[in-house]
């Protein structure tokens, strides 16, 4: 577990950063994989944790989510569009192809059975210091969460800080194969960046502390 900013800790959950999931104040933002649940437990042993949310319910972020919840007694939080694949586990539903064998993958050796979710964030909820952003288009309901004092951004997958197929460093959009939008979520994108973020915790890729990085890749985007 990592010290990123304060009260914000990175939990990397596969090698290069490549699967992220993040402790903030006391709060468990995702989950990872089916069978990250070990690893995140091992690095919140000596913390508090009050509550878990999702930033999506995609197979790489609620994996864990049920084992964490149950194991630690906390309630599971996300958007309302996000609930019906938290609580079902039908975690590829909106990709683009469901039926495509990575798609397949996922479901079956990713996705972790459902959770019933306690409640629902909306835009502008506030979750300790940070405040919920609604940024669709990956998802219908991917949220993100911004602490404005330092700007500590909470990205999810509205953005990427690897390739994916090759895991080299780098800004990128969501890949096609698993974002239901794309225009929707380059808008999310946008919206993300207007916030003039300086800290930047992804979903993948490794913490990016923003040098202007953010802002020239929005240039190569239009």
């Keep these: ?38 690893i995140i437990l091992k690095a919140l042993k000596n913390k508090y944790v009050s509550k878990h949310i999702l930033t999506h319910a995609h197979a790489d972020h609620q994996g864990s989510s049920k084992i964490i919840c149950e194991t630690l007694n906390i309630p599971l939080f996300c958007s309302e569009l996000e609930k019906p694949a938290a609580e079902n586990g039908n975690v590829t539903f909106e990709y683009p192809n469901p039926n495509h064998f990575i798609s397949k993958f996922q479901k079956k050796f ?53 390739n994916l197929l090759t895991t080299k460093v780098g800004l990128h959009e969501p890949p096609t194969l698993f974002t239901s939008n794309k225009e929707i979520n380059r808008k999310s994108i946008l919206k993300l960046a207007s916030l003039k973020p300086k800290t930047l915790c992804f979903g993948h890729g490794p913490v990016l502390f923003n040098n202007g990085e953010l802002e020239k890749f929005i240039e190569t985007l239009y």
């Excluded at 992220?20 to 995702?30: A, F, H, M, R, T």
Aim: hydrophobic share 40%; aromatic share 10%.
């Design 110 to 162: 990713w996705a972790g059975k459902g959770h019933l979710v306690f409640d629902t964030l909306k835009e502008g909820d506030q979750i300790g210091e940070f405040i919920a952003i609604e940024t669709p288009g990956h998802s219908s309901g991917h949220l993100s969460f911004f602490r404005e004092f330092d700007g500590v951004l909470i990205v999810g997958d509205v953005l990427t800080n690897m």
């Design 1 to 38: 577990m990592k010290n990123i900013a304060k009260d914000v800790y990175q939990i990397p959950l596969f090698p290069r950063n490549a699967i992220n999931c993040y402790l903030v104040e006391d709060i468990l933002i995702d989950a990872g994989i089916r069978s990250s649940g070990n």
